[in-house]
């Protein structure tokens, strides 16, 4: 079994999904006032990461976090439906080029998979109509169909990346040489090596060097 294995921001859809939250949350009609409790958590650990204080990965994870224990107690329910909100508007803004790469692999029978560490709900609402085998994201902890109050979020950046993908597949058996990766940033280099045919789609500078390097295909 062959596998095509696709990032999210900045791979199929060509932004970053963590600003257009914030905007979304500060400008929501019922969930508005939650952005100052949401926002007043992450700005010491932004100035600090900022300063170079605090790494990139734990703020990034420290920020997903915050963001989703603002809803409090909230249902599963309403945070589906807000998730469902701004995820029906990013799925107009798909990149053409990933959707095409899609479902040519779909028609050649590869395993597809979308792994990212933006929020599972969301990943599920971009892509209501586009079909991949499997979603991987970062799943929101709940309990008795309520918000899990301070749980810690089980954020997919990085090794974890891997970890999930193998640890999915590991039942099945993979050809990997003529498997398939699209990334855009250095943290997608652990998935980007898995695979024969790792491409860099709009890659940020240290991994567009990277790929030259090893001459990986390069989509801009």
């Not at 100052?36 to 703020?59: G, H, N, S």
């Not at 080029?97 to 599920?124: D, F, I, W």
Request: charged fraction near 25%.
């Amino acid at each position: 079994m062959k596998v095509a294995i696709f990032d999210f921001d900045g791979t199929l859809f060509p932004e970053e999904t963590f600003p257009l939250l914030m905007r979304h949350l500060k400008k929501h009609p019922i969930h508005f006032q939650k952005y100052r409790k949401f926002f007043l958590r992450i700005l010491p650990v932004y100035l600090a990461y900022k300063c170079k204080l605090y790494p990139e990965q734990k703020m990034k994870e420290y920020s997903m976090w915050a963001y989703i224990s603002s809803f409090g107690s909230s249902s599963k329910t309403e945070i589906e439906q807000f998730f469902s909100q701004i995820g029906g508007i990013m799925s107009q803004n798909l990149s053409d080029s990933m959707l095409h790469r899609l479902e040519q692999h779909k028609k050649e029978g590869y395993y597809t998979m979308l792994v990212s560490g933006a929020y599972e709900p969301l990943l599920n609402s971009v892509t209501e109509d586009v079909t991949f085998d499997c979603i991987i994201g970062s799943s929101i902890p709940y309990e008795d169909e309520k918000l899990r109050k301070n749980a810690a979020i089980n954020y997919i950046y990085g090794e974890r990346k891997t970890d999930f993908i193998t640890k999915h597949l590991s039942n099945m058996k993979v050809d990997w040489q003529n498997s398939f990766a699209y990334g855009d940033s250095y943290s997608d280099l652990n998935v980007l090596e898995l695979v024969g045919n790792p491409v860099a789609v709009n890659p940020e500078p240290r991994l567009l060097e990277i790929a030259n390097h090893h001459k990986w295909e390069i989509i801009s």
